[in-house]
């Protein structure tokens, strides 16, 4: 698993040790953001569930100002931590060893916005729908921003939650991401 494109190309990511993580596989990445834009002037970033955090280091390396980094796995955030130094981008991440929602809320209240929010939870644990949910009513999505939601093939979340409406699906075997805006 590598960054793909952009000031951090070709940057090594590590792992989560153990199978309670699935990171998204680099030909998935690389067709997301063909779609998302292949290249950003700014905006923040969310990534929530974060894992390795290869999405939101992709879209920081892309041209995102600044991103955050949220994952209730201690093991998940040290190797966001590990990955975020080795792309030597510090200075322009957040990390948060807590439940998405409780971020969320915490967000909520610091009036940030978001040009993309990545939302990948365990496909197994039923957290896609109430997590879409909490975004739509935090506000937290900036106008024409995106919220990219990777769930399962089988799995079929609702075209509007609150706020949120999809406008696309991209689908590789097993996964299906989501795509919605305001």
């Known amino acids: 698993m ?4 952009g000031m951090a190309k070709g ?6 040790s153990g199978t309670h993580v699935r990171p998204t596989a680099d030909r998935v990445k690389e067709s997301l953001f063909s779609v998302l834009g292949p290249f950003f002037e700014g905006g923040w970033a969310l990534d929530l569930f974060a894992g390795t955090g290869a999405l939101g280091l992709e879209a920081l390396s892309r041209g995102m ?5 949220v994952d209730q796995s201690r093991t998940s955030l040290e190797t966001v931590r590990s990955n975020v130094k080795a ?3 510090e200075d322009r991440v957040e ?3 807590k439940d998405a929602r409780a971020v969320l ?3 909520k209240q610091r009036e940030l916005r978001f040009q993309l929010i990545f939302l990948d939870p365990p496909y197994q644990k039923s957290l896609l729908l ?6 739509a009513t935090s506000d937290l999505l900036s106008e024409d921003g995106t919220v990219v939601a990777e769930h399962a093939s089988r799995e079929h979340p609702p075209e509007t939650v ?4 999809s406008y696309r699906q991209l689908t590789y075997g097993d996964t299906t991401i989501t795509l919605y805006g305001t």
């Open 2 to 5: 590598r960054i793909i494109a």
């Open 11 to 16: 940057t090594r990511l590590k792992m989560v």
């Open 65 to 69: 100002e600044r991103a955050i980094f």
């Open 87 to 89: 792309c030597k981008m």
């Open 95 to 97: 990390l948060y060893c």
């Open 105 to 107: 809320k915490m967000l």
């Open 130 to 135: 109430p997590v879409l949910k909490s975004i």
């Open 162 to 165: 609150g706020s949120l409406r």
